[in-house]
C-alpha cells in the first residue's frame, strides 16, 4: 500500500500534524509522505503498515499509524517550506527553522513510539509478533525500551531501542556474550552490570554512527548544551569517549567476578577424582 493512499487528501492529511503552510498542496508534500512511509515500513515491515491501514478509520491504530506518517513527512518536507518562505516577503531566521525541525522530530518520534507501543499490545496485526524486529528481542538480555531505560536514558523510546537493535545484537554476540559462563543466570549482580554495559555500550556506537536527529532528544540535548566546544565530531568523540570510560571500567568488574565464580567452582571440585588429576612426565 501507498503512504499517500492513507490521506484522503490535503485537509485530511492537516489533521495529523501541525505547521503546514497553507500553499502547500499534496503533490508537493507527497514526496515526503512516501519517504516517511518507507522509514515506517522498514521498521514494521509491508504487511504489518498495510495491515494497520486496512483498520477502519478512526481505530486507534490507524490513527497512530496516519499521525507518525504525517509527522515524518513534515519534519521531511519543513527545509522545502523554510526555502521557499524565505523567496516571499515573509523571512524565517535560522534560529526560527531549527526551533520548527525539532518540533516535527520530537513529534515524529512521540508518534512512533506511540505506533510501536501500540503494535506491542496488539502483536497479532499484521502478524507483527513474527516480525524479527519482535522475536529478536527475546534474545537479549534487554527486552524493551522502559528496561533500556532503566540503565540508560532513551526517553524511554520504542522507536529509538528498535532503531538500536542492530547494535545490541553485535554487542551482545561479538563483545559480552563471550566474556560470560556457558550457564550464566540472568539474576544478580552480574546480570545487571552486564545489562548497564549493554545499554552504555550500544549508546556510545550509536553517538558515533546515527546522525543527531536520529538520537533521543535527551542526547541531543548533549550535542547542544554540555558538549558545545570544538566541531560536531569533536562532541561525538568526547561524549563517546566518556561513556567508553565506564563501559571499560565494567567490563573489568565483569571479568573479576566471572573468575571468581568460576574459581569458587573449581573449589568445590574433589581434587582425588581420576577426572581431576594430572600427569607430568
Known amino acids: 500500500m501507498k503512504a ?71 519534519y521531511r518536507y519543513q527545509i522545502f517550506a523554510s526555502v521557499k518562505k524565505n523567496n516571499t516577503e515573509s523571512k524565517l531566521y535560522k534560529y526560527q527553522h531549527e526551533e520548527i525541525k525539532e518540533h516535527h522530530i520530537c513529534a515524529y518520534w512521540l508518534a512512533m513510539d506511540e505506533l510501536l507501543d501500540w503494535l506491542d499490545l496488539n502483536p497479532d496485526t499484521g502478524g507483527y509478533s513474527q516480525t524479527e524486529i519482535y522475536l529478536e528481542r527475546e534474545s537479549l538480555p534487554v527486552r524493551n525500551a522502559k528496561e533500556f531505560n532503566y540503565y540508560y536514558g532513551i526517553d524511554n523510546s520504542s522507536y529509538f531501542f528498535s532503531k538500536v537493535q542492530f547494535l545490541m545484537r553485535t554487542v551482545w554476540k561479538n563483545i559480552l556474550k563471550p566474556m560470560l559462563p ?49 566541531t560536531l565530531m569533536q562532541e561525538r568523540e568526547k561524549l563517546y569517549a566518556d561513556i567508553m570510560a565506564d563501559v571499560n571500567d565494567w567490563k573489568d568488574n565483569i571479568s573479576s567476578i566471572v573468575k571468581a565464580n568460576i574459581g569458587m567452582s573449581n573449589m568445590q571440585h574433589n581434587p582425588n577424582n581420576e577426572s581431576d588429576k594430572f600427569y607430568f612426565t
Not at 494497520?52 to 478509520?57: F, H, I, N, T
Not at 550457564?183 to 545487571?192: A, H, V
Open 182 to 230: 556457558e550457564k550464566w543466570k540472568e539474576s544478580g549482580q552480574l546480570s545487571d552490570l552486564v545489562k548497564r554495559v549493554l545499554c552504555y555500550n550500544v549508546i556510545a556506537e550509536a553517538v558515533m554512527k546515527f546522525d543527531a536527529t536520529e538520537l533521543p532528544r535527551s542526547i541531543r540535548y548533549d550535542f547542544n548544551h554540555e558538549y558545545t566546544k570544538g
Open 4 to 74: 499517500t493512499a492513507l490521506y484522503k487528501d490535503l485537509a485530511d492529511f492537516r489533521k495529523y500534524a501541525d505547521g503546514l503552510e497553507a500553499d502547500t498542496s499534496f503533490t508537493q508534500i507527497s514526496a515526503s509522505i512516501r519517504s516517511a512511509g518507507r522509514d515506517v515500513i522498514n521498521i514494521i515491515t509491508a504487511e504489518v503498515f498495510t495491515s494497520v491501514a486496512s483498520l477502519e478509520d478512526e481505530s486507534e491504530g490507524k490513527e497512530l499509524l496516519k499521525t507518525a506518517v504525517a509527522c515524518g513527512a513534515l
